[in-house]
């Protein structure tokens, strides 16, 4: 088991472009959830699945933002036309039991927009 | 909906002398509460835990929180900090019921020395 794996760990983009982070869980982990960290900021709830079903989503996912979860397995969240206010680590966390009581995170990847 | 809020953004201490992180969270229902800690340019790791039970927890390398419910607080203490414990130190709050998502505070940077 290596943990929870993200992918790339960094991302430079210009704005206006897309771009796509990818998370594999925990292979055993039905539950996988995306956060945000800005700096100097707590970790924000983006959405969650179980299996390959988006059962929530913030207000912070906006239009530009989706995220999806194909077989139940890895997750990808791509993010539409950035813009320097999506500049953030964007962190993935699983868990088997329903609920953060059991989340393991991943070690992010970190967006820069220019 | 939950809040929490952690204080003190920065705590210096000197190595060897004991440390409080303040943590009180905001609910209408029963809470599930969390410290987590990040280490520079890495994920969160979970340090330790209130569910139920004995309100004093503790984690594996020192670490107690206990669970105050009349004063809404979940402060984090060691009696003696090592150099190593410096971080980012995260509080965090779920609702029991639907148990699917955290809720951060901004965060305390503990910042040991010799």
């Known amino acids: 088991d290596t943990g929870v794996s993200q992918n790339p760990r960094h991302k430079i983009t210009k704005r206006g472009q897309n771009v796509t982070f990818r998370c594999d869980p925990i292979?055993?982990?039905?539950?996988l959830y995306w956060y945000r960290q800005t700096l100097g900021q707590g970790p924000e709830f983006l959405t969650y699945?179980?299996?390959?079903?988006?059962?929530?989503k913030s207000r912070l996912l906006s239009d530009r933002f989706s995220a999806e979860r194909p077989k139940g397995s890895f997750s990808t969240l791509e993010i539409q036309r950035t813009e320097q206010g999506d500049s953030a680590m964007y962190l993935c966390?699983?868990?088997?039991?329903?609920?953060?009581?059991?989340?393991?995170f991943g070690s992010g990847t970190r967006l820069t927009v220019v | 909906a939950q809040s929490v809020t952690q204080l003190d953004s920065q705590v210096p201490v000197f190595e060897e002398a004991p440390v409080e992180l303040r943590c009180n969270y905001s609910?209408?229902?029963?809470?599930?509460l969390f410290w987590y800690v990040q280490y520079p340019n890495q994920g969160l790791q979970l340090l330790l835990k209130?569910?139920?039970?004995?309100?004093l927890v503790e984690s594996i390398n020192g670490f107690e929180a206990e669970f105050n419910k009349s004063q809404t607080s979940f402060h984090l203490r060691k009696p003696s900090v090592h150099i190593s414990d410096t971080a980012e130190y995260f509080c965090?709050?779920?609702?029991?019921?639907?148990?699917?998502?955290?809720?951060f505070g901004t965060g305390t940077r503990l910042q040991v020395t010799l």
């Open positions: 965090a709050v779920s609702s029991t019921g639907t148990a699917s998502k955290l809720t």
């Open positions: 609910s209408s229902v029963s809470v599930y």
């Open positions: 966390a699983s868990s088997l039991a329903s609920g953060p009581v059991g989340y393991t």
């Open positions: 292979s055993e982990h039905n539950r």
């Open positions: 699945f179980q299996n390959e079903a988006q059962l929530e």
């Open positions: 209130y569910l139920s039970g004995s309100t």
